[in-house]
């Protein structure tokens, strides 16, 4: 079982809708970080959290430490946030990121 | 917001050469710098973290005489692929960051390809 695992694998979206994608992690950890990977394959960082909530324009991350769990929202999603997804989280004994295995998001118009 | 570079985007070489990537942290000081390689579809995968001024901590797996890594300068790291083979073929990106506990800011990586 993977350290940290994400869901859905795919999601797909009409324009406009709220979208939600998950992040359950087993290990303990300093901070998590929500990345977007465009089909070029460039990283983007959206967000790096270790409690609480995030909002970043149409973004938005919550985490809660208890439960070991994150959300990704998108409000009304447009096609250009088609990309890949992924949580990524930093352990307590280390500064190494531990990667879900993404999340494949298309909306179309 | 903080910008890394990498360079070239892309290349393509023959089967024996070695390939140079540099990886430039464009308007801040990178303490720290790491390098990934991504199959296609998969997740990234760590193959060492390099600290200026010291020598590179590679993953197990990873052989260093393989990867060379140098992190000469507070704005740049390089990872050279030496005696390069097909099977070396991936996207290798870095990342740089300033300090433990603060965020990682991702190059848009360089896909290699060898022949």
């Known amino acids: 079982k993977n350290e940290v695992e994400q869901s859905p694998q795919n999601l797909t979206a009409q324009e406009g809708e709220f979208i939600t994608i998950n992040c359950s992690y087993s290990v303990g950890i300093s901070a998590l970080h929500w990345l977007q990977q465009h089909p070029g394959g460039g990283i983007v960082s959206l967000f790096m959290?270790?409690?609480g909530k995030k909002k970043h324009g149409r973004l938005i991350a919550t985490i809660n430490i208890q439960e070991k769990h994150s959300s990704l929202h998108i409000t009304a999603s447009h096609p250009r946030d088609s990309a890949v997804y992924i949580c990524a989280v930093i352990g307590w004994n280390t500064d190494k990121l531990i990667f879900g295995t993404g999340t494949r998001l298309q909306v179309f118009p | 917001g903080a910008v890394v570079s990498q360079h070239p985007s892309w290349v393509i070489c023959k089967s024996g050469t070695s390939v140079k990537i540099e990886c430039r942290s464009l308007?801040?000081?990178?303490?720290?710098m790491f390098w990934y390689r991504q199959f296609p579809k998969q997740s990234l995968m760590l193959m060492a973290t390099s600290n200026e001024g010291s020598k590179a901590t590679y993953e197990q797996g990873v052989e260093k005489d393989k990867f060379l890594i140098n992190h000469a300068s507070l704005t740049l790291s390089t990872l050279t692929v030496t005696s390069a083979h097909p099977e070396d073929s991936s996207f290798y990106i870095c990342?740089?960051?300033?300090?433990?506990?603060?965020?990682?800011?991702f190059g848009p990586g360089t896909r290699l390809l060898v022949l």
């Open positions: 959290l270790s409690s």
């Open positions: 308007d801040f000081q990178a303490t720290t």
């Open positions: 990342s740089a960051r300033v300090l433990i506990g603060e965020t990682q800011y």
